[in-house]
């Protein structure tokens, strides 16, 4: 059974910096692509970053140069640092796993609970 445990959310001020995690139970984080989805309230579901088997990264292009999507295999960990923060990053952030490579949306099967991440102006 898969499991995705996100943490790290919380809240900050604009300019600020948060490093969510992401633990992943039952799942080879080393075979398979992880990434990183927020929902803001009102808002469609976004995918902000995804990474593939080899550690190649995607990012939206509103997060690029901002935050970096990273794992650690030994430790079945992904995580997301996000830096210089905007208020418009608001949103529930989740983790989620599945397919290969180019990792597209629709083919990520796990996901987290989320975690709440608050920028404030």
């Known amino acids: 059974q898969v499991q995705l445990v996100e943490s790290g959310g919380g809240s900050v001020q604009a300019g600020g910096s948060l490093r969510l995690s992401c633990a992943a139970s039952?799942?080879?984080?080393?075979?398979?692509?992880m990434g990183w989805f927020r929902q803001a309230p009102g808002k469609e579901r976004e995918g902000v970053a995804r990474i593939g088997r080899f550690g190649t990264p995607i990012y939206v292009d509103s997060v690029k140069g901002r935050f970096t999507i990273s794992k650690d295999n030994a430790k079945g960990t992904l995580y997301l640092r996000m830096n210089s923060l905007k208020p418009e990053d608001t949103a529930i952030y989740y983790c989620?796993?599945?397919?290969?490579?180019?990792?597209?949306?629709?083919?990520?099967?796990?996901w987290g609970q989320g975690t709440q991440v608050t920028v404030s102006s």
């Open positions: 039952g799942y080879t984080t080393n075979n398979y692509c």
């Open positions: 989620a796993a599945g397919g290969t490579w180019p990792c597209p949306q629709s083919n990520f099967r796990y």
